[in-house]
């Protein structure tokens, strides 16, 4: 009970300015965490863009391949495998270009099996399976998934294993270059899979997603196996992923420059179209920001002033209870126990006023970006960002009065006339 007369008692008419600096600290800590509440949730929003548009992927494909048009669709005839665009990638040339950015190689083919009246087809893509996995998504169902040292093995989605009639452990002919059929055997099974920069479904498949204009089924080799089907090491297409994604354009321009004498080939990135789609997203977001620093910067100082006077006001009281015999620390920490009580009062209700008057989800204001809503979200760093106010206002008000306390002398404090 004494402990909490010495902090809480003898304010007087300082107990309106007490009052006044826990509104105002209230009101900077609501005004900052619904700021950073909406700049948290568009950085997630953001960070889901990056996610799906990948602006650090480059494509370099070759012009498509006309012969999968022109492949036969009915009659009793030998099943063929044939490259979806033309093999005119060479991946030594690739890497050198590349430096020191990621390559993902491919080998993307088709093949192509009539009997009868009927057909079946299914694509084949030949992959790095460690590097694949960085920028494709893959869920396996059963099985596992593919090794660099494999050899003769699959991974086939489900929709093209019904149609193939095969389970894990099973086996399934493709016809090699060289005319000969290479025996594979299905290890695993994919329920899911999203394959960057899929080439466009230009042949009737079995597909996990029917409606998509892109392929979404297959079978998947290593390039080890896949190079033994197709004979050759040259590559279909490829993808580069940029180590910043800023480079992007340097990188473009220097894989133009290499396959300059080669028609066939293009490149394709989607960095320019990120950073425009987002450009007014991120000045928004950026508002956001400023409204917060602004906030505190100027309602900081404004309570931390008003905690200045009443400490101010009180430092004669202490310098009587140190004279009395109190402890100097003892006298200095109820003071900061009063200031962080306060504090966190006002950091407390501006939190909980936040929480529950900003929209639990509402679109950012974008002339270009379809990023879908941005919801606010309150972690760590808001929580943290708010109470760190409320401490710093109450730092900066007590500094000068313990200063004093500690290194004017107590006479000195006493002879003062009480503000």
Do not use: C
């Not at 089924?217 to 800023?246: C, H, K, W, Y």
């Not at 990188?251 to 007014?280: C, M, N």
């Not at 310098?319 to 200031?339: D, Q």
């Not at 929480?355 to 808001?382: H, N, Q, Y």
């Amino acid at each position: 009970m004494m402990w909490v007369k010495l902090t809480f008692g003898g304010f007087g008419r300082r107990f309106v300015e007490a009052i006044a600096a826990a509104t105002i600290l209230a009101a900077t800590s609501a005004t900052v965490a619904a700021s950073l509440m909406v700049v948290e949730g568009a950085r997630s929003a953001l960070i889901r863009a990056v996610r799906q548009d990948r602006p650090d992927v480059i494509q370099v494909k070759s012009r498509f391949n006309r012969a999968l048009f022109e492949t036969p669709r009915s009659g009793n005839l030998p099943p063929l495998t044939i490259p979806v665009y033309e093999p005119l990638v060479d991946p030594v040339e690739l890497e050198a270009v590349a430096g020191n950015n990621q390559v993902v190689k491919r080998q993307s083919l088709f093949r192509n099996v009539v009997s009868g009246d009927g057909f079946l087809n299914i694509y084949i893509f030949g992959i790095d399976p460690d590097i694949e996995r960085e920028v494709s998504s893959f869920s396996l169902w059963r099985g596992r998934f593919l090794r660099r040292d494999d050899q003769a093995v699959a991974v086939l989605d489900q929709a093209s294993a019904r149609a193939l009639g095969v389970d894990v452990d099973g086996t399934f002919p493709v016809r090699k270059a060289d005319g000969e059929d290479l025996q594979l055997t299905v290890i695993g099974i994919l329920d899911k899979l999203e394959l960057r920069g899929a080439p466009p479904r230009s042949a009737e498949t079995p597909s996990l997603m029917p409606e998509s204009t892109f392929v979404s089924s297959g079978a998947f080799v290593n390039m080890q196996t896949s190079e033994d089907i197709f004979g050759r090491p040259t590559l279909t297409d490829a993808l580069v992923v940029a180590r910043n994604a800023s480079d992007v354009p340097d990188v473009v321009t220097k894989i133009q420059e290499a396959f300059r004498l080669e028609p066939g080939v293009f490149v394709t990135e989607r960095y320019s179209q990120y950073q425009r789609k987002i450009r007014d997203f991120v000045l928004t977001l950026a508002l956001f920001s400023a409204v917060s620093i602004a906030t505190v910067l100027l309602a900081g100082s404004f309570a931390s002033n008003l905690l200045h006077e009443i400490y101010e006001d009180r430092r004669r009281q202490y310098a009587t209870l140190i004279a009395l015999g109190l402890s100097p620390a003892i006298a200095i920490a109820s003071a900061v126990v009063f200031g962080l009580a306060l504090g966190i009062a006002g950091a407390g209700a501006g939190g909980l006023a936040a929480i529950v008057l900003v929209p639990r989800s509402f679109a950012m204001p974008s002339l270009m970006a379809d990023l879908g809503p941005t919801e606010p979200t309150i972690d760590w760093v808001v929580v943290g960002s708010i109470f760190a106010i409320a401490v710093a206002a109450v730092v900066f008000g007590l500094v000068s009065t313990s200063l004093r306390l500690v290194r004017q002398s107590i006479a000195t404090t006493l002879s003062e006339r009480n503000s």
